[in-house]
């Protein structure tokens, strides 16, 4: 959903306005124009925060950034350009570790300044960074900061491994499987857990796996 597409070469696009071009240009900094970039590619574009889909850090910043630099780099460095892009007003770093940033000049950039803001905004509008969907990534999010998700969160949450529990009874009540079944049935319990609520259709599709009477098969 962050990406922007040419229609006829399919080569995917990040939008950057007049103002951030211009900044980059008075800074003078070759360096600054990829690393930002590199942080643009992957912001929200909903709300323009880097870091909460997924985790980030400097040292990633700094193997993209040293094959493009005539200098030898290190995390100091890349945080020194990091800098440079704050005090020029192009972005916020709100947090360090795990490090979440704000692009302050994105189309839809919201304005927050801390991370107790950050989280509420987060928890307000999971849909904007797939928390609805992606729950082991949306649980280690708000464990990083000792922050406990909204109660119809983990309700929903807890529903889906109540249907888990429920296919490991039912598989468990098969006296043996076969090794391809074990693994079929293995592969759709993980996906359960990452998918909104495909247990209807799991079960569906699946109906004739979990209801058919198996041979007695060893396990190799």
Known sequence: ????????????????????????????????????????????????????????????????????????????????VFKKLEKAGLIKIINNKPLIISLVTAEQAEDLNTMEEVLDYVQANETEFNFHILHKRANKFYTSFNRTREKIVLNKSENTIAKELKLDEIVKTRKVLSQAELEE????????????????????????????KIDEVQII
């Open 1 to 80: 959903m962050n990406n922007i597409y040419n229609k006829t070469t399919k080569e995917k696009y990040i939008p950057i306005n007049d103002i951030t071009i211009n900044i980059l240009t008075e800074l003078n900094c070759i360096k600054s124009w990829p690393l930002y970039h590199a942080i643009a590619k992957i912001q929200s574009f909903k709300n323009g925060l880097v870091g909460v889909f997924e985790d980030i850090n400097y040292y990633q910043f700094l193997k993209f950034l040293s094959p493009l630099s005539k200098e030898k780099l290190n995390t100091d460095k890349v945080q020194r």
């Open 185 to 212: 049935a293995l592969e759709w319990q993980r996906t359960i857990a990452h998918d909104d609520d495909p247990f209807e259709n799991h079960l569906k599709e699946n109906n004739k796996y979990i209801n058919k």
